[in-house]
């Protein structure tokens, strides 16, 4: 055990009166993260609960840095929902669009270290919010058209690392589906332990916001006692040792900190699939921070890659090439990455499409017997940007095609449009050979 000297290098820290009649002014980053958690948390409820007969039917969302649940809008000068709220009506409007007709728990834990957040969120924002009837820490029936959500908060006031061995230890007794939304003010909030603590949870994941900027201004390239908290802190001796701070301004120097970070994470905190969204200031080409979503779960990525083009207006960007499986240089993302800009448009739809031509297509070539579904997901689902959608489209015009065939229990589908399964197995066509190359 050792000491920690907590340090806050994110500036000012955002602070709630208890009553609400104090909020702080909402930024457009903090407005992108939430844009993000909210579509993909919808996104995950419908996936999960649509899934087989009876879909999950347990979930545990924990928020370790809730703060008070309410924002001052001054761009459309209004209130801006937090991210408490924002992950109910997430649940709420998943649920409801899922059409499911049996009842889903879901289980609230909202955690930050300043009682005053905890009563402006329980006393002013959720009742603003119409949510007013959760703050009493009781299960609650939240009725649709289809079937029944059972809600409970539970609010703790203290430290997220003091807290987390009792929330992991929380959702090992309730079983089913966790997320972790770790949005610290400062990057020592967090360890490298608690990371790895949930990720071997069953069926749970993280969305973590990743302070590279404030690292890479007080911590990386540096000597003293920041460096040797944040290695010891987050595990990170031996990496960013390349790091050349003067060039922060190239794409490959851009490239080489996002892969060391999605290295860190994935073989220090066990995380097997690592997805970033980087948040760059509007005008800029340094990153501010990334947005890291953890997970042991190939579903969960499938779903937040989902997410990622369907929330395509947000100043976040994905690179190609990056997924933190072993070391590389800035030389060498210098070399075949000229820009850290990806828009969701028709030409990266496209360019989308052709990755999948090379990445999938060599893997069914080399093949010839067949490969699940699933398994080809496995393989490639990190190591491009397309969603579910574009695997379906892309297998489903080689079908058309005559490239391929599917089989499914045996037999050859023969349908125009086929929605696929885990268990299909896809092979090279009876009467033509695949030319991919």
């Known amino acids: 055990m050792f000491f920690l000297e907590i340090v806050n290098v994110s500036g000012a820290q955002a602070n709630w009166s208890a009553d609400g009649s104090d909020l702080p002014e909402i930024d457009p980053h903090t407005k992108a993260k939430h844009k993000i958690l909210e579509k993909y948390l919808e996104n995950l409820i419908i996936t999960l609960c649509g899934k087989g007969r009876y879909g999950e039917r347990t979930f545990t969302f924990i928020d370790g840095f809730c703060g008070g649940g309410m924002y001052e809008d001054r761009d459309n000068n209004t209130e801006w929902e937090g991210s408490p709220i924002k992950i109910i009506k997430a649940i709420r409007a ?9 009842t889903v728990n879901i289980k609230y834990i909202f955690i930050d270290k300043d009682k005053q957040h905890l009563n402006c969120l329980k006393n002013y924002s959720m009742p603003k919010a119409g949510l007013g009837e959760l703050i009493d820490g009781k299960p609650h029936e939240c009725k649709t058209e289809y079937g029944t959500l059972v809600e409970e908060c539970e609010f703790r006031i203290g430290e997220f690392e003091d807290l987390v061995n ?50 890479k201004r007080f911590v990386i390239g540096k000597h003293g006692k920041e ?95 990056l997924y933190g499986h072993g070391f590389k240089t800035a030389e060498f993302y210098a070399e075949g990455q000229a820009s850290l800009i990806f828009n969701i448009t028709k030409n990266n739809y496209d360019f989308c499409i052709d990755k999948l031509d090379r990445d999938i297509g060599k893997i069914i070539y080399n093949n010839p017997d067949g490969i699940r579904y699933r398994d080809l997901c ?21 079908k058309k095609e005559q490239e391929i065939e599917i089989v499914r229990e045996g037999k050859s589908v023969n349908s125009s449009n086929i929605i696929l399964q885990k268990d299909d197995i896809i092979k090279v066509s009876k009467f033509k050979q695949l030319s991919f190359f």
């Open 227 to 321: 460096q040797i908290t944040f290695n010891r802190l987050l595990e990170a001796e031996g990496y960013y040792e390349s790091a050349n701070l003067k060039n922060l301004d190239r794409v490959g120097e851009q490239c080489y900190l996002r892969n060391e970070s999605m290295r860190l994470f994935r073989d220090k905190g066990k995380a097997k699939y690592v997805f970033t969204f980087s948040l760059i200031p509007k005008g800029d080409v340094i990153v501010l921070y990334y947005l890291l979503h953890l997970s042991n779960n190939l579903t969960a990525l499938e779903v937040i890659k989902e997410s990622f083009w369907q929330e395509n207006n947000l100043d976040y960007q994905y690179c190609f090439d």
């Open 166 to 215: 009792e929330c992991v230890f929380k959702v090992d007794i309730r079983k089913g589906h966790s997320l972790f939304f770790l949005d610290p003010f400062g990057w020592t909030d967090v360890s490298m332990e608690s990371i790895k603590k949930i990720n071997y949870l069953n069926k749970s994941e993280i969305l973590f916001t990743y302070m590279i900027d404030y690292l």
């Open 378 to 398: 496995d393989l490639t689902m990190e190591l491009n940007p397309a969603s579910r959608e574009h695997y379906r489209s892309y297998i489903n015009r080689l």
């Open 94 to 102: 998943g649920y409801k669009k899922s059409k499911r007709k049996y």
